[in-house]
């Protein structure tokens, strides 16, 4: 699992072994629960056991923002800062030709949708500070351009590294610093 080293996983194994037998059958129903209730929010695609994710039913958000993630460890590390009171739209990834990952592999239509028919007055790229990034960020500049304004949020991050891995003080000024793309 991501994340996990070699010692971690032999150590939550050991674990799991000296559980009783109800528990760990507890535990996969769980997991094999989560994995068929939890889906895609119809809106913004973040991850949600409802059609429709809170963030998306919310009347306290902000209906002129709305933030463009590449997926949903993004939206809830922004989300820890509880500075950012928009919308959002989970694209599922970012741009990577070498990949094999193109714009129509990602949730990019729906987005151009959306933002030409919604109250949308600014799109907010909070993508990583990459190549992959880079080149979606341009891409999607120059989609919705002809709707909103599209800004980027502040490079505090250092280039190449993960959102979900920046702390909230470092997020938060990223989001407040954020720029205009020409």
């Not at 809830?76 to 919308?87: D, F, M, N, Q, S």
């Not at 990583?128 to 505090?156: C, N, Q």
């Amino acid at each position: 699992m991501p994340g996990i080293g070699p010692r971690t996983a032999q150590r939550l194994a050991l674990h799991l072994l000296r559980q009783p037998e109800e528990q760990i059958k507890a535990f996969s129903n769980a997991l094999l629960n989560a994995r068929t209730k939890v889906g895609q929010c119809k809106t913004c695609f973040h991850l949600t056991a409802e059609e429709e994710c809170e963030i998306c039913l919310s009347s306290k958000r902000n209906d002129a923002l709305l933030c463009v993630v590449a997926d949903s460890r993004d939206l809830i590390a922004l989300e820890r800062t509880r500075e950012y009171r928009g919308h959002y739209h989970v694209l599922g990834g970012l741009i990577s030709p070498m990949d094999g990952i193109g714009p129509e592999l990602l949730t990019i239509s729906a987005l151009v949708t959306r933002v030409s028919n919604e109250k949308t007055l600014e799109v907010i790229l909070a993508l990583t500070p990459s190549v992959e990034g880079d080149t979606t960020s341009l891409y999607l500049a120059k989609l919705l351009k002809p709707f909103v304004k599209v800004t980027r949020i502040a490079y505090g991050l250092p280039v190449g590294s993960e959102l979900e891995y920046a702390d909230e003080v470092t997020l938060t000024r990223a989001i407040e610093g954020r720029r205009e793309i020409e």
